[in-house]
């Protein structure tokens, strides 16, 4: 079965792998949130100027696998100039990813939220904006959460397919791992299990969050 | 209040001319000429799909109307010569003095009651806090729900939602109210305490647009009746003469309808 000193020995290095996956996700998943609200908010306003970018945008990344946005930021753009390395690129590539998810979700909170509470914020002299920041956007929010952490679960996994990309974090690790120890089931099974402490960690945060909201805005 | 002479004819709060109206091929308003005079109490009663509500919401904008102006002080609300960003800061201004209480009070569900009534002042006249929060409570209590102000909209009746709805509306110290049915969603014994804080409003002096079913109201509250149908101002008179002589066939066959 299970060596166990392999795998006392190696834990420590693939607990650093995970540390940068878990950097990854926060970095994608903070940009991606605001891709996410941006082409929302872009989708639903009455400018085709506006609307019309964000429309194709989502379109374009939700009908593409996530590999191949990878590769064309990696290995593609450099071609046209624009070289942001292996980590940027990752981190930008499931960014933009999650982003396109994040937009629907986050459009589909705002719809949601009665019609009156945009009439009756307008009535009392608000702009479009302040009535979206201060009246849709909060209640919109309890709506968007639960689903909103539901991409960021999928986002923590889908970073290991940077790893293509050369950014050694918890999967790449691994694999490089195997290649000196030559012991892939210790090594994917220790992986696993440090993506599944990430996964967890995060699902049970956002369990903390969802409640904050809803103690806050009784509906 | 600034004095009015007595020899020259008061200017109208708010002025319509020949307003207009229209989803698509459907009429809703086919010409609406109106005068409110400053602290008048006008009531509009009318069958349902007779263009009331779209009437007061052309008011304030939340309908853009088809034709005809409207004039709050002798300035043009829907002013289309103006640039869309210019519009759209005019429209915001004209919004803040002009009050609106909606049949589903429309409170805001993430605030408490105090931040319902705070926001706007806070928010869009950039008041200080203090001030807005002490006329806030003060209108809170006018309304009669001082002990309600940090209690979340959702746990409370409807008529103390709808109290509040007012409270807010007030706080932008508003120069004209609209009303839109704001009794009909309500329970049967919620009524007479929102109806009473309107008729404190109308003694204070504001002008009041109100559109409702109730005729009792209309009655003993009302300074002049409006009878709307098909879009157009049908009878236009005194509370008295509306209820107890009517002059239009129509009028007398809506009041026999809702008077039965």
């Given amino acids: ?47 085709p100027l506006l609307r019309w970018p964000a429309v194709f945008y989502i379109w374009l990344i939700r009908s593409t696998p996530l590999l191949v946005q990878l590769f064309i930021i990696y290995f593609g753009f450099p071609q046209i100039g624009i070289d942001l390395g292996p980590f940027m690129s990752g981190v930008l590539g499931l960014a933009l990813n999650v982003g396109a998810y994040n937009a629907e979700t986050i459009r589909g909170g705002i719809i949601s939220v009665p019609k009156g509470q945009t009439e009756a914020a307008r009535s009392l002299g608000m702009s479009g904006a302040q009535a979206m920041r201060r009246i849709i956007l909060p209640q919109a929010l309890r709506i968007i959460i639960p689903p909103l952490g539901n991409n960021f679960v999928i986002l923590i996994k889908d970073t290991s397919l940077v790893s293509t990309i050369t950014v050694v974090e918890l999967t790449l690790t691994a694999q490089r791992l195997i290649g000196s120890t ?26 903390w969050v969802e409640r904050r909201t809803r103690k806050e805005a009784r509906a | 209040m600034t004095p009015t002479s007595s020899t020259r004819p008061i200017d109208p709060m708010l002025e319509i001319r020949s307003l207009q109206k229209s989803y698509g091929q459907l009429n809703v308003l086919n ?48 002013d289309t010569g103006r640039s869309r960003k210019d519009f759209e800061k005019h429209i915001n201004h004209i919004r803040c003095q002009v009050g609106m209480v909606f049949q589903q009070f429309n409170l805001f569900p993430h605030m408490t009651v105090l931040e319902n009534v705070m926001e706007a002042p806070l928010l869009v006249l950039k008041k200080d806090k203090t001030t807005v929060r002490d006329n806030a409570l003060e209108l809170l209590g006018k309304v009669g729900l001082s002990d309600k102000t940090s209690a979340y909209p959702s746990m409370l009746s409807g008529g103390q939602q709808q109290r509040v709805a007012i409270a807010r509306a007030l706080a932008m110290e508003p120069k004209v109210m ?21 008729e404190d409003l109308a003694r204070d002096g504001m002008t009041m ?41 129509r009028t007398r066959q809506f009041l026999k309808e809702v008077l039965k």
């Fill in chain 1, 1 to 47: 079965m299970l060596d166990w000193t392999i795998i006392v020995h190696y834990f420590p290095f693939l607990v650093s792998g995970a540390l940068l996956t878990l950097q990854i996700s926060v970095l994608s998943l903070i940009l991606g949130l605001a891709f996410g609200l941006t082409a929302a908010l872009c989708k639903l306003a009455a400018n």
């Fill in chain 1, 182 to 207: 030559y012991k892939p089931f210790e090594m994917y099974v220790m992986a696993a299990v440090l993506y599944a402490v990430l996964t967890s960690a995060a699902s049970m945060l956002l369990v």
């Fill in chain 2, 31 to 78: 010409g609406v000429d109106l005068k409110v005079a400053p602290r008048e109490v006008l009531v509009i009663i009318g069958p349902s799909g007779s263009g009331k509500s779209t009437l007061l919401r052309c008011i304030n904008h939340l309908e853009e109307p088809t034709g005809g102006q409207i004039y709050l002080e002798g300035e043009l609300i829907n």
């Fill in chain 2, 178 to 198: 609209l009303f839109d049915e704001v009794t009909s969603a309500l329970d049967p014994e919620l009524v007479g305490d929102v109806l009473r804080v309107m």
């Fill in chain 2, 209 to 249: 647009l109100v559109v409702t079913h109730e005729m009792g109201f209309a009655e003993k509250v009302g300074d002049r009746v409006i009878f709307m149908a098909d879009g157009v101002v049908v009878e236009d008179a005194s509370p008295q003469a509306m209820f107890s002589n009517p002059q239009e066939r």
